[in-house]
């Protein structure tokens, strides 16, 4: 009975080193073929849940984070989506015209902004 226990207590440990094994070739396979990079890549996108998990990921990092903005605002449709988002948010618009007249050029430019949208109105 004491060498059955022992046994399946060294199958276990050579399972268990053998499943970390894998899981190293693993990510190095999936990082030296884009194929499997972009199957890996559409899993992720085609779950919502798994994509959200993948967000907050690359956002809490500062490199990654940056890449993701950057990614984010360079096209037309997240840029566009980003700042519907922040237009129809008090909190998100208070905080970005906080942000711009922190810069004395930017400020100039929103203060421009708001006397022409104030003359447009007094029509």
């Known amino acids: 009975m004491r060498k059955t226990k022992w046994t399946i207590v060294l199958v276990a440990a050579v399972c268990a080193v053998l499943a970390l094994g894998c899981a190293g ?13 972009a199957k890996v890549m559409d899993m992720i996108g085609a779950d919502p849940v798994t994509a959200g998990s993948m967000a907050d990921r690359l956002l809490q990092s500062d490199s990654s984070r940056a890449v993701v ?20 948010n008090q909190t998100l618009i208070d905080g970005a015209l ?22 447009a109105g007094a029509k």
């Open 98 to 119: 906080n942000i711009a007249m922190q810069d004395p050029a930017m400020k100039d430019h929103v203060m421009t902004l708001f006397k022409g949208m104030r003359m």
């Open 25 to 37: 070739d693993a990510g190095k396979q999936v990082m030296a073929s884009p194929e499997l990079q």
């Open 69 to 88: 903005i950057e990614k984010l605002v360079g096209s037309a449709g997240g840029a566009q989506a980003v700042m519907q988002v922040v237009g129809s």
